[in-house]
């Protein structure tokens, strides 16, 4: 079983739609999640990282854990044709880290 | 100005050839990462140096050998390339006690042929 599981998609919406993004995992040690999102052919950029579980926002991204499933979610509301782009979402335990596969996502207008 | 920057950007090489990656950070930051990113997008880190010295060393074959001169630059050298090594190669770096908060370089697409 993989430390990380997320559905690669392609994942595609029309702009303005609320967009749901996951990832699974196995490992209960794992204390941070985070979620990056990726450009084709750029580095990684962190969009947000959450402490155990709960709920995290910053502007239309809500990041959400739930560690009793083993469950993070992240949530685009008004999806703009600028998301478009792969998520990763990352979790660590300070020093293991391990990333999902990513999910490709692509926000028509 | 850049803050996590790498060079070069693109590597063709042969197989059998050594070749190096440099990574270079301006965040003053204390930890530094090489991750492999794979055809389907699959990013495995490989290690991690902090403050110059190794903290993260996970299995890969040891014909791969990080050298961090100082903590603004972490390196990466791979001897007897082969075609298994063909990837993007990605340098991170976070501050001390901030793992979760890791900034990535633009990326070296290394290709072996």
């Known amino acids: 079983q993989k430390e990380v599981e997320q559905d690669p998609g392609p994942l595609s919406v029309p702009e303005g739609a609320i967009v749901s993004l996951n990832c699974t995992y196995s490992n209960s040690a794992f204390q941070y999640f985070m979620w990056y999102r990726q450009y084709s052919r750029k580095g990684p950029e962190l969009l947000m990282y959450t402490y155990s579980s709960g709920n995290k926002e910053d502007g239309r991204f809500t990041a959400q854990v739930d560690k009793s499933s083993k469950y993070i979610s992240l949530f685009i509301r008004d999806s703009q044709p600028s998301d478009s782009a792969t998520y990763l979402c990352a979790m660590t335990t300070g020093n293991q880290f391990y990333f999902g596969t990513g999910t490709s996502l692509t926000v028509i207008p | 100005d850049t803050a996590v920057s790498q060079t070069p950007k693109y590597l063709v090489t042969q197989m059998g050839n050594d070749k190096s990656i440099k990574c270079e950070q301006n965040?003053?930051?204390?930890?530094m990462y090489w991750y492999k990113q794979d055809s389907k997008k699959f990013l495995k880190i490989m290690f991690s140096y902090n403050n110059k010295e190794l903290i993260i060393n996970e299995t890969v074959p040891n014909r791969f050998s990080p050298k961090s001169p100082d903590k603004a630059h972490l390196n990466l050298h791979i001897n007897s390339l082969e075609l298994g090594d063909s990837a993007v190669y990605f340098c991170?770096?976070?501050?001390?006690?901030?793992?979760?908060?890791?900034?990535f370089g633009p990326g070296t697409r290394l290709t072996v042929t």
């Open positions: 965040l003053g930051h204390d930890t």
């Open positions: 991170a770096s976070s501050q001390n006690g901030g793992p979760y908060e890791q900034y």
